[in-house]
């Protein structure tokens, strides 16, 4: 199974050229417990958290199991869709600048600031 079922579900509902809408403003109170596998990082201790997970190799054990369950959808994505998920694949496996490169043309981006740096870091370490 995905590690977080909700953001497979955007990735295969986009993917295959859903419709994907977002509403700013919450209309659902995020829940939190003791088990939750990611916080919702909005302070700086979560913030930090996140860092020494990435540098651990969190991310990128998260990716091979977020890669086996969108390989699992990949009859519906669209050729475009494939085609990113099949440059992030090969990314991966590959020296800085030829990862670099790849992830760029992957077209993988965060909505935040931090998220966008984060990632960078990540894929500079090789940690993605």
């Given at each position: 199974?995905?590690?977080?079922?909700?953001?497979?579900?955007?990735?295969?509902?986009?993917?295959?050229?859903?419709?994907?809408?977002?509403?700013?403003?919450?209309?659902?109170?995020?829940?939190?417990?003791?088990?939750?596998?990611?916080?919702?990082?909005?302070?700086?201790?979560?913030?930090?958290?996140?860092?020494?997970?990435?540098?651990?190799?969190?991310?990128?054990?998260?990716?091979?199991?977020?890669?086996?369950?969108?390989?699992?959808?990949?009859?519906?994505?669209?050729?475009?869709?494939?085609?990113?998920?099949?440059?992030?694949?090969?990314?991966?496996?590959?020296?800085?600048?030829?990862?670099?490169?790849s992830m760029?043309?992957?077209?993988?981006?965060?909505?935040?600031?931090?998220?966008?740096i984060a990632?960078?870091?990540?894929?500079?370490?090789?940690?993605?």
């Amino acid at each position: 199974p995905p590690v977080s079922h909700d953001w497979w579900a955007y990735q295969i509902i986009s993917g295959a050229g859903g419709r994907v809408l977002f509403d700013s403003a919450p209309q659902v109170i995020y829940r939190q417990h003791k088990r939750n596998l990611v916080g919702s990082g909005m302070g700086p201790r979560a913030k930090l958290k996140r860092i020494v997970r990435l540098l651990k190799g969190d991310l990128k054990q998260y990716s091979d199991i977020n890669i086996r369950a969108l390989q699992s959808g990949r009859a519906q994505l669209t050729d475009e869709a494939k085609q990113s998920l099949d440059h992030f694949v090969e990314a991966r496996n590959r020296k800085i600048l030829r990862r670099t490169w790849s992830m760029r043309s992957a077209k993988i981006y965060r909505q935040t600031t931090f998220g966008t740096i984060a990632l960078g870091a990540a894929v500079i370490l090789a940690r993605v």
